[in-house]
């Protein structure tokens, strides 16, 4: 059998549009979903900042309260867990099938593609898929519809910023100990020799580690008060007699001062470090949250990344300077020295997901500006990007394109901290995952948004930090594999997200090990359901809350 698609689309075309809209009507009848992308009007300036001021210092994402006084808003739809998992489950999938027929779409159909049986003609298979596409972009219009009016929205917002202000007001507790003389402390060392975002990553461990065992952070030596605000009120390094090193087992004892390990991977490692989930909030925080654990980690950069009053200057006058207004997509190219730890991404495919982006907006908003915020290490994307898409606004950081070089960059850490501030504050931020960069701006979002995790679209990896404790899915179905590379599964299987770090291949498939035939390949995302890694993270002062 041979021929051009009037042998194929004629046969089967109706019938695969058919199936893929009774597939996601289907999706839009069981479960209530979102696309936030659309929920951002041209006429904001920026996500609004769900935090608020008490005494010059954020406490937690409330507008009206006091750091005792815990949020009460009118009564809500309050969702079942199950509801929340489900909706995910069902949104991550139509994610990931565009993503799948984006791909099909761009790469398989160049060319004629033969077999024995049939010549398809690739114009119009390509025709079908972008058809495809655009149905699940009225579908995601649709799910984000259904939940503006059950209520749901309003829930989600309260939920966020009530468990939100919790975490702070213990960081807060933590870290202005009636003593500083007889405090226990984590003495954390500025001294690591890398980039701005591997640094703060650092200052991240380092917190962690503190709210774990109950002690104050002091870091020492280093200039932290040239960027943020003070970590604590009056602890210092002059506080810091008789450092003892780790291992954890001095934390619950009599040992006052311990250090903690400058390269970030402390032995033995204990349970709270991420992306671990402590016990007293988790069932709050998974019903609320795509992804819980940069959630968490989020909550100690809302904490420690408070820009100080210069800082915020920089941020202000960029922004009136360049006019920054949503909706607007964030795009972050990391080319110099990327090449030495992951793969390298054209500008093309970072625009490529820029352009889905107003494409699904348009369903809202005809017409609307075109433009992004573009942050990279290489000057010379920046005239390449006003060349290749004149049709786009292309806002950047003006200091960025002086200082493209890696060499330059290391010196002019007010210029990254800006862009990485800008960023967070985009409507879409379109990055990789495995810059430090990257992962450093999508941790902020969390504390931007109720669930921050939607509004970030990674080329390469899915969300880790290094170090990480082994993060697991179970299968919700079996699977056969239908081509190489494809581990087998069974329900109830458990699957080990990645090797070292979860890969995304961003066609439905990541890479694990199934832990019980021990068999390493590719799984099916839409299979299997995320396994929270629960452990008992102790707090030992009054919390002052009607709610946990």
Known sequence: MSGSLAGVA?????????????????????????LPWLTQKQSNLSPVP?????????????????????????????PSMEHELVQR?????????????????????????????VE?????????????????????YDLRQLKDVDGSRTWREREAAELSDLIQRRLYAIQHPPNCTTAKTVACRMERGCGIGCQLHH???????????????????????????????????????????????????DIRVIEFPLWDKPVPAPDYMPLSLPRDIWRRLVRFHGDPGAWWVGQFFQYVLRPNQ????????????????????????????????????????????????????????KNATRRIYLASDERKIFSDAK????????????????????????YSVSSCLTDIFMLSRCSLVVATLSSNIGRLVYEIMQSLYPDGSLYFSSLDN???????????????????????????????????????????????????????????????????????????????????????
């Open 10 to 34: 004629t046969k089967y075309r109706n019938w695969l549009l058919a199936a893929m809209v009774v597939f996601f009507t289907a999706f839009s009848i069981t479960t209530l979903g979102d």
């Open 50 to 78: 769900l935090q608020y001021q008490h005494n010059s210092r954020v406490i937690s994402n409330a507008s009206t309260t006091t750091p005792h006084q815990p949020l009460h808003l009118f009564p809500v739809y309050e």
């Open 89 to 117: 489950q069902v949104e991550g999938t139509c994610r990931r099938t565009n993503g799948l027929s984006m791909i099909r779409s761009n790469n398989s159909c160049k060319k004629k593609v033969k077999s024995k049986k």
């Open 120 to 140: 398809v003609n690739a114009n119009e298979l390509k025709n079908i898929l972008e058809e495809i596409q655009d149905r699940i972009r009225v579908t995601q």
């Open 203 to 253: 200052v991240l461990y380092c917190v962690m580690a503190a709210y774990g065992s109950q002690r104050t952070l002091v870091l020492y030596p280093g200039n932290w008060n040239k960027y943020f605000l003070p970590i604590n009120s009056s602890c210092n390094s002059s506080h810091l007699t008789n450092i003892s090193r780790w291992p954890a087992t001095g934390l619950e004892g």
């Open 310 to 365: 210069h800082l915020q200057d920089i941020i202000h006058n960029l922004t009136t300077t360049l006019d920054f207004q949503t909706p607007i997509v964030g795009v972050h190219i990391r080319l110099t020295d990327k090449k030495k730890e992951a793969k390298l991404h054209s500008l093309e495919e970072y625009m490529t997901q820029v352009e889905e982006y107003y494409k699904v907006l348009d369903l809202k908003e």
């Open 387 to 410: 060349i290749k898409y004149p049709h786009y606004q292309i806002l950047y950081n003006p200091e960025s394109e002086k200082l493209g070089e890696l060499k330059l960059r290391r």
């Open 462 to 548: 899915d969300y880790f930090v290094h170090f990480q404790r082994p993060k697991l899915a179970r299968a919700r179905f079996p699977h056969s594999p239908r081509r190489q590379g494809v581990i087998k599964m069974q329900t109830g299987d458990l699957v080990k997200e990645g090797y070292k770090y979860p890969i995304n291949f961003h066609n439905g498939f990541a890479e694990g090990i199934n832990l019980r035939t021990k068999e390493k390949g590719k799984y099916p995302y839409y299979k299997v359901e995320s396994v929270y890694d629960i452990v008992n993270t102790s707090y030992s002062h009054d919390d002052a809350t009607g709610k946990l």
